[in-house]
Structures are given as C-alpha cells and as structure tokens.
C-alpha cells in the first residue's frame, strides 16, 4: 500500500521548500525537509574539522551526531545537532556547499535516509529532496519532480541569499547550480533523476501558487482514479 506522502525532487533552486512547504499546510500534512538532514550533518562537519572527502570519517560522525529536525506549526523547520538549534547557520552558502558534497557518500545517504524514514513513521508528509520519490520513499502515493532553467534557479538562489544578508553574482551562481546538478545527477548513490510515475512540473516563470495549484490538481485526479 503507498505510504501516505507526497514526495518532491528536483535541483536546487526549482521551487521544491517553499511549494512543499505551502502544499503541506494546504493538505495538513508534515512538511519534510530533507536537505536540513544533510545541512545539519555538513555544518557538524565543518566545526569538527572532518574533511568532506573521507567517506569513513563522515560515516562515523553521522552515527555519532544525534540529528533532529522539528517542524512548527507555520512549517519552519528547526534543526537541533546533539541538542543545540543550530537552525540559523545552516542557511549559507558554505554549508549548503559542503551538504551537497558529502552527499554523495553512500555511507552518508544511509544514515540521513534512515532519519528521515524515522521522521515520517505514523504521520502523512510531504517530503522534498532529490531521492525522496526514486528512494527515500519509492512507495509514495504521489510523486513529483519540479524543475527550471539554470537561469531561473540562479534567480531564486541570489534573492535567498540577499535576504540572509550575503553577496550573490547570478553568474557565478548559475556555473555552481550547473556543476552541482552535473555531481548530483552522476552520484554513484541515489543520483538525481525523475522517479519512475513522477510528474514533472516546470517551474519557471511560475508562481509558488500556479505549482501549488498544479500538484493540487495532479493529486486529486491521482485520488479519484485510485
């Protein structure tokens, strides 16, 4: 029987936080941010020194992180590493750089997968990543891959980063989103790419609400034909 979780994946800055979060409230289900897993695993990374290569350092950090990421009732997430909210210096670019580089580690995705199984257990979600629908949860009962132009996404990504307070070049921006979709699509663990029965919803030059309202749709029509 399918879980009951929508599952989203697609590259950085295709829309999938801010859709996943505003389709959670409207569905009232938990929203699941995957991303926060790995970004609260690079940011114990940096501060313990580890280096983002050495899959076995990092596989043994993770066992030894205690890693809990809460949802409030407005869908903000928190995450606490060992107990501390760590929430507010996981946002930048440094971090964000070094979850996607330990991310490819199969040793990693492991662990941070078995969390956010745990995450989910007795409760409907709506989990966004890039393996949530392919294999964090194959048997979701409804899957979608949002996607955008490298151009766009580059968009988004300097106005996230301008509110945080940090310089953003939309260039530069647009050749890292490229090399990044290039490390996560050719990963040797769970690599990106469009589930199998995902419906793929292009992005760009769409509002939060035009997606919103997309996946709406595709999921009540997914519901009367089951």
Known sequence: MPQRVVAIDGPAG????????????????TYLPS????????????????????????????????????????????????????????????????????????????????????????RPVVAEGRDMASVVFADAEHKFYLDATVEERARRRAADLRALGEPADEARLAAELAARDSRDSSRQAAPLCQAEGAVRVDTTGLSVEEVVTRLLGEIRRGRQTS
């Open 35 to 122: 991303g926060t897993f790995y970004r609260a695993l690079a940011w114990r990374a940096l501060r313990a020194g580890t280096a983002l290569d050495d899959e076995r350092a990092l596989a043994e950090l993770a066992d030894a992180t205690a890693i809990e990421v809460r949802v409030e009732g407005d869908g903000r997430c928190r995450a606490l590493v060992d107990g501390v909210d760590v929430t507010g210096a996981l946002g930048g670019s440094a971090v964000g750089e070094a979850a996607s580089r330990i991310s490819v580690f199969p040793a990693v995705r492991r662990r941070m997968v078995a969390l956010q199984r745990r995450f989910a257990e007795g």
């Open 14 to 29: 295709a829309g999938k936080t801010t859709v996943a979060r505003v389709l959670a409230a409207r569905l009232g289900y």
